[in-house]
């Protein structure tokens, strides 16, 4: 039971560049999160997922897209790098709202 | 709209010391407060919780109570160890928002 994987671990891009990053649980979770961590700013989220074939935007979309075409993933792309973007990203997901979300171990992302 | 505010770091204790992290919130209803703690290199775990005014939330030996009078929900340990030495998050969650609302984080490092 790995729990909730994200790949990859690190990643240096440079501006205007794209990547996706995945982020995969095995608890049959239907609520997935994509979250970026900045140094004194906490975790502030980017979009959501309440289900299979389903997102939505957070706080901080812009820059942003993802899709959730199966239960167990949840994709995040960045289809033209910034350097604003350079941050920890983080996925989780949970069982219902108001249940604990599960952490992934994070990708951090640098753009040049 | 909803926040959180957590007492700045980062903190350094001795071993064996009392710990407290004040986290303070604004929100409107009745949200549920959380604490997730942070470990170098890995994602964030959920340390505890609690849904409702006067609940106390207990793991690991911290503890922390929902004060709906003071809007606080601060985090203490009688006794903290080495392998205490985290990153604290305190985060709220109000009923019918997907989101957490995540503090700034504490960093807490424990000296033998």
């Known amino acids: 039971n790995a729990g909730v994987t994200q790949t990859p671990k690190f990643r240096v891009l440079k501006t205007g560049q794209s990547m996706t990053l995945l982020c995969a649980q095995d608890?049959?979770?239907?609520?997935m999160y994509w979250y970026r961590q900045d140094p004194g700013m906490g975790l502030r989220l980017i979009h959501y997922s309440v289900g299979e074939g389903t997102t939505a935007k957070g706080e901080v979309p812009d820059g942003y897209n993802v899709s959730r075409l199966k239960k167990q993933n949840f994709l995040l792309g960045l289809e033209s790098a910034a350097p604003s973007q350079t941050s920890v990203y983080f996925c989780?997901?949970?069982?219902?709202?108001?249940?604990?979300?599960?952490f992934g171990p994070g990708t951090r992302l640098t753009v040049l | 709209g909803d926040s959180v505010t957590q007492m700045e770091g980062p903190v350094t204790l001795s071993e064996e010391a009392f710990l407290t992290i004040n986290c303070t919130y604004t929100?409107?209803?009745?949200?549920?407060l959380f604490w997730y703690v942070q470990y170098p290199g890995e994602g964030l775990q959920l340390l505890l919780k609690?849904?409702?005014?006067?609940d106390k939330g207990s793991n690991k030996g911290f503890e922390a109570t929902y004060r709906k009078e003071t809007t606080s929900f601060h985090l203490e340990k009688g006794s903290v160890q080495v392998s205490d030495s985290a990153v604290y998050f305190c985060?709220?969650?109000?009923?019918?928002?997907?989101?957490?609302?995540f503090g700034t984080g504490t960093r807490l490092t424990i000296i033998p």
């Open positions: 608890m049959n979770h239907e609520y």
């Open positions: 929100a409107t209803g009745y949200p549920s």
């Open positions: 609690a849904t409702k005014a006067d």
């Open positions: 989780a997901s949970s069982f219902a709202p108001a249940n604990e979300q599960f």
């Open positions: 985060a709220l969650k109000n009923f019918g928002n997907e989101k957490l609302t």
